[in-house]
């Protein structure tokens, strides 16, 4: 049965089908280990909870305005002037189902087809794809640092004619990498005088460690707010365990968010009334789950790299934030795909192969799991990859061996 040009060549996101693979292999009674998880083990913040459970026991549970409920939008407004020192107005919010919604309907507002998106790699699975369901094209551009920290002039060399934004994400899924804060006052700087927009997902933002606070980008644009280009993305479900609530949402100047509440009002009307009330909840209760994740993140982020350390062939930068790692495997395997596919069969651990972020030769590690997981699991991959190691390990109540 035919489908749509779209839907044959949209690709699904390998985050999410891995994470269904691990789920099937736990449920048939495999002792899998999920180091491809893009969700840490937080529980949702009791203010959360009670807020969506006050709304819940009332019975009335109606649509939104699409833009959001105003007191999330107040709760945003007053997040962006605390996390960010900008102050915007409630024009300038639009309330989405998750982060990756937000970017969907901000890339169908503002991408005609075959217009042009700078999306620098390694980059987030979703970017290229979204930007293909706008039928515009993602132009990818590589990265020639082992930092993986964009370049400016390999940016400046793929904008043409069509281009009209640059997405940029860091804290970095996949790298862990914070930009330096003069790196991002480039970006801001060069979209502006090129007139593109730039599109800042932040969804990792405080999830930042070793003292290091990602910039606000609005400290470096001094232009006009309502022409100005800037958008950030953000949502609570990386900060507040909150993944399944699926609230995230966008400020930009009104005419992009009027734009979005268009596109948004024929989709899907508005987010729930009540996970945007658990998310008022969040945003405006008690923080310090926030940064009790972000020490645990920490901590870790430093067992992970201790572990890796036993792979004697395998580089990896320390990433400064997030809960991923990019090690570089190609002494082992070039073929990413070919190594994931190995380490989940041989060792039943799952990781995500580098190609699917535009980076071939690396694996993305989470560490947002149990140290325990961390341990084991970076024990087994020591074990399918190091032929000095035994022939065999246990693995649950399996002997598995490696030839
Ligand atoms: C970089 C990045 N942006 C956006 C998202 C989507 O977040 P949400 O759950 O709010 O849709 C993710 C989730 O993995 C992500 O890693």
């Given at each position: 049965m035919p489908l749509s040009h779209l839907a044959e060549e949209i690709c699904d996101p390998p985050t999410l089908k891995l994470s269904q693979k691990a789920r099937d292999l736990k449920a048939q009674g495999e002792a899998v280990i999920h180091l491809?998880?893009?969700?840490?083990l937080n529980k949702t913040p009791q203010s959360a909870i009670d807020h969506c459970r006050k709304l819940l026991e009332t019975g009335e549970i109606r649509y939104s305005p699409t833009e959001g409920a105003p007191t999330l939008i107040q709760a945003i407004i007053g997040y962006t002037e605390k996390n960010y020192a900008k102050t915007v107005d409630k024009q300038n919010v639009i309330v989405c189902n998750g982060a990756k919604h937000a970017l969907y309907t901000l890339i169908m507002t503002i991408i005609n087809p075959d217009e042009e998106v700078i999306i620098p790699a390694?980059?987030?699975?979703s970017y290229p794809e979204l930007v293909k369901m706008a039928y515009g094209q993602p132009v990818i551009v590589p990265c020639t640092?082992?930092?993986?920290f964009p370049n400016m002039t390999d940016i400046s060399a793929a904008v043409t004619s069509k281009t009209r934004a640059i997405i940029i994400n860091s804290p970095n899924n996949p790298s862990g990498a914070i930009f330096p804060d003069a790196l991002i006052k480039e970006l801001v700087d060069f979209c502006a005088k090129n007139d593109l927009y730039l599109i800042m997902?932040?969804?990792?933002?405080?999830?930042?460690?070793?003292?290091q606070t990602p910039v606000s980008c609005y400290s470096f644009s001094n232009g006009n707010p309502e022409t100005s280009k800037l958008v950030v993305i953000n949502g609570v479900s990386k900060l507040y365990g909150m993944?399944?609530?699926?609230i995230g949402w966008a400020v930009a100047n009104h005419r992009v968010i009027a734009g979005m509440s268009t596109i948004a009002a024929q989709t899907v009307s508005c987010a729930s009334i009540l996970t945007q009330t658990a998310a008022v909840g969040a945003l405006t209760g008690d923080q310090a789950p926030v940064e009790s994740l972000r020490l645990t993140l920490q901590n870790n982020r430093d067992i992970m790299l201790r572990e890796l350390k036993q792979l004697a062939n395998v580089k990896v930068r320390v990433p400064k934030g997030t809960f991923y790692c990019l090690p570089d495997f190609s002494a082992y395997e070039k073929d990413s795909v070919k190594l994931s596919e190995y380490l989940l069969e041989k060792a039943l651990v799952v990781t995500i192969p580098g190609k699917e972020f535009g980076i071939e030769g690396h694996l993305r590690l989470s560490y947002c799991g149990s140290e325990q997981d961390i341990i084991e699991g970076v024990a087994r991959i020591k074990w399918a990859l190091d032929?000095?190691?035994?022939?065999t390990i246990q693995i649950g109540n399996r002997t598995v061996r490696r030839k």
């Open positions: 491809g998880s893009g969700e840490p390694p980059y987030w699975v640092n082992d930092q993986f997902d932040d969804i990792y933002h405080k999830l930042a460690f070793d003292n993944t399944g609530f699926r032929t000095q190691s035994p022939d």
